[in-house]
């Protein structure tokens, strides 16, 4: 049996936790041809959803698949992304949240990435297994304790229409 990736488990927790707190849950997605979204909405092959539940209709965050109904320019859509083109879900709000590798466009078969991919092509036969960590997660952008390097703009308040700026940590 084929073990299921962690990474639609932590999309349904970080939506939860979202959502618990009030804030409204973001996907940024990596479009390709399996991804079933308004085509006009992409930029650069990424599109970043709403997925909180006022925003959406029939919100199904499955093992594979996300898949919801929402409305664009007032006109309703049926949306269907892989769970493998999910880069990010994060809180519209604060930023906060999670960033992911995507398995699109890399030749790996959907539903297949994870947050610690292990190299096991180099592992001991015996002995005990190598430490592995994340390949990616996010923190917010902003802190409230230091001021922003001086090469970097400071941050935006989140009600002036721009996405914010989620800080990947390797």
């Not at 991804?35 to 709403?50: A, K």
């Not at 592995?132 to 996010?138: E, F, G, K």
């Not at 941050?155 to 390797?170: M, Q």
């Amino acid at each position: 049996m084929t073990e299921i990736s962690t990474k639609p488990y932590l999309i349904r927790a970080l939506h939860e936790w979202c959502s618990d707190n009030g804030y409204t849950p973001y996907i940024a997605v990596v479009v390709d041809e399996h991804t079933v979204v308004p085509r006009e909405h992409v930029q650069d092959g990424q599109i970043t959803l709403n997925v909180g539940t006022l925003a959406t209709n029939k919100l199904v965050l499955g093992n594979e698949y996300i898949e919801f109904q929402a409305r664009f320019g007032g006109v309703g859509r049926q949306i269907s992304v892989p769970v493998g083109a999910v880069k990010a879900i994060y809180a519209r709000e604060t930023g906060q949240g999670m960033a992911f590798e995507t398995s699109v466009g890399q030749g790996t078969p959907q539903g297949t990435d994870e947050l610690h991919p292990a190299s096991h092509e180099n592992a001991p036969e015996s002995g005990p297994a190598p430490e592995t960590r994340p390949a990616l997660s996010a923190v917010p952008a902003t802190s409230s304790a230091a001021e922003p390097p001086e090469d970097e703009p400071p941050p935006s308040a989140p009600d002036n229409g721009t996405r914010p700026r989620l800080k990947v940590i390797k």
